[in-house]
T-cell receptor, first 117, second 113 residues
Framework: GAVVSQHPSWVICKSGTSVKIECRSL??????MFWYRQFPKQSLMLMAT?????????EQGVEKDKFLINHASLTLSTLTVTSAHPEDSSFYIC?????????????FGPGTRLTVT | AQTVTQSQPEMSVQEAETVTLSCTYD???????LFWYKQPPSRQMILVIR??????QNATENRFSVNFQKAAKSFSLKISDSQLGDAAMYFC??????????FGTGTRLKVLA
């Protein structure tokens, strides 16, 4: 199968600090990864599209200076929440599109729960 | 803009019975994919079933099947012989050429023993 991991699975940070979340495709290459945010009992909202070797494309309303995305390799994308505030507390999910096997589906990571105190 | 609507926030079904979850969508595209994802309490998104818009035949996966009505832009999920493990949030999702997913608001399915 196609496995996507996220690290950490749960992080608590203090207000004003930055936190980095990693998304890795473990057994396939992913030129494109996606970052979603999910508030409690709500749906997944796409934040940005991450393309390997180029700048991320952010959805309307998402602050690109606050949510820094780096897709440095075909298996790793990172999301850094800068100067985190309590309202940034949420569940962050990444997905990766498999491109090296002719697959066209996206595979989701298990998510990262961010709590800002 | 594409939208996905799930009008049932919560549904209940007796174990071993059948339940249908509704989903409608809006798009001007002719080529797209529709999905049903299951999100259990672990929050891991699990693909349940996928439908290509160009295929007229409804997709099936074991106890899960869809009723895809392209003209009506409707994509419902039928779960037969419901099991306790089917209890979860179910999200309907749309994807077109940009590969971006648009998710509905979800339906919480409760399975009663």
């Amino acid at each position: 199968g196609a496995v996507v991991s996220q690290h950490p699975s749960w992080v608590i940070c203090k207000s004003g600090t930055s936190v980095k979340i990693e998304c890795r495709s473990l057994d396939f290459q992913a030129t494109t990864m996606f970052w979603y945010r999910q508030f409690p009992k709500q749906s997944l909202m796409l934040m940005a599209t991450s393309n390997e070797g180029s700048k991320a494309t952010y959805e309307q309303g998402v602050e690109k200076d606050k949510f820094l995305i780096n897709h440095a390799s075909l298996t790793l994308s990172t999301l850094t929440v800068t100067s985190a505030h309590p309202e940034d507390s949420s569940f962050y999910i990444c997905s990766a599109r498999a491109t090296d096997r002719g697959l066209y589906e996206q595979y989701f990571g298990p998510g990262t729960r961010l709590t800002v105190t | 803009a594409q939208t996905v609507t799930q009008s049932q926030p919560e549904m209940s079904v007796q174990e071993a019975e059948t339940v249908t979850l509704s989903c409608t969508y809006d798009t001007s595209e002719s080529d797209y994919y529709l999905f049903w994802y299951k999100q259990p309490p672990s929050r891991q998104m699990i693909l349940v079933i996928r439908q290509e818009a160009y295929k007229q035949q409804n997709a099936t996966e074991n106890r899960f099947s869809v009723n895809f009505q392209k003209a009506a832009k409707s994509f419902s999920l039928k779960i037969s012989d419901s099991q306790l493990g089917d209890a979860a949030m179910y999200f309907c999702a749309y994807r077109a050429g940009t590969y971006k997913y648009i998710f509905g608001t979800g339906t919480r399915l409760k399975v009663l023993a």
